[in-house]
Nanobody
Framework: QVQVMESGGGVVQPGGSLRLSCAAS????????IGWFRQVADTERTDGIA?????????FYGDSVKGRFTISRDNAKNTAYLQMNGLKPEDTAVYYC?????????????????????????WGQGTQVTVSS
């Protein structure tokens, strides 16, 4: 079972950009769908914002990030990414990367809309993104 770890968070002004990375260890990501989720401070709610199928090419985005965020993956580097452009203060949250075996969940839309990434195969510790002027 792979383990994943996020990096790339930070503080950015509204309208700015960040790229988050999700690096895998302990195995290959080829057999896993990848999703990015976020949790706003002081809430228990988590939202799936972008998900990508194990071999790439099929993605799903939440309405709040559609057109601004792009999920991608490089299986040769065992890494997935979330490019975030046009950041808004309401994007402030802890961002989590999660991986789930593609054979157990073939729909990336289903992976994203489930919201609670902690029921998936593997997830990281999260990285804070703060959008503030």
């Amino acid at each position: 079972q792979v383990q994943v770890m996020e990096s790339g968070g930070g503080v950015v002004q509204p309208g700015g950009s960040l790229r988050l990375s999700c690096a895998a260890s302990g195995g290959t990501l080829v057999g896993y769908n990848i999703g990015w989720f976020r949790q706003v401070a002081d809430t228990e709610r988590t939202d799936g914002i972008a998900c990508i199928i194990n071999r790439g090419g099929i993605t799903f985005y939440g309405d709040s990030v559609k057109g601004r965020f792009t999920i991608s993956r490089d299986n040769a580097k065992n890494t997935a990414y979330l490019q975030m452009n046009g950041l808004k203060p309401e994007d402030t949250a802890v961002y989590y990367c999660a991986a789930h075996r593609a054979t157990q969940m073939t729909s990336v839309q289903a992976m994203c809309v489930m919201g609670d990434f902690r029921s998936l195969s593997s997830w990281g510790q999260g990285t804070q993104v703060t959008v503030s002027s």
